[in-house]
């Protein structure tokens, strides 16, 4: 889908898109009942971090996230 993850060995993403702004991914998603993080914040404020979920949500938020881009 385009966007640039950072290297995690954690349970979640971190992420951002060259042609959409976080801040408007965090806002569609949220309309879509899907709950992501967005840090308003120096240097991470163009970055979402998603967390891994249940195969279930995920395909909700993939679904989602090819409807917006």
Same mark, same amino acid.
């Given at each position: 889908?385009?966007?640039?993850?950072?290297?995690?060995?954690?349970?979640?993403?971190?992420?951002? $898109?060259? #042609?959409?702004?976080?801040?408007? /991914?965090?806002?569609?998603?949220?309309? #879509?009942? /899907?709950? +992501?993080?967005?840090?308003?914040?120096?240097? +991470?404020?163009? $970055?979402?971090? /998603?967390?891994?979920?249940?195969?279930? #949500?995920?395909?909700?938020? /993939?679904?989602?996230?090819?409807?917006?881009?």
């Amino acid at each position: 889908l385009g966007f640039t993850v950072l290297p995690s060995l954690t349970n979640f993403l971190f992420v951002t $898109h060259p #042609q959409k702004k976080a801040a408007d /991914i965090f806002a569609y998603l949220r309309e #879509q009942g /899907i709950f +992501i993080r967005y840090f308003k914040l120096p240097r +991470i404020d163009n $970055h979402v971090r /998603i967390t891994v979920g249940t195969d279930e #949500q995920m395909d909700k938020l /993939i679904d989602a996230l090819r409807a917006y881009l």
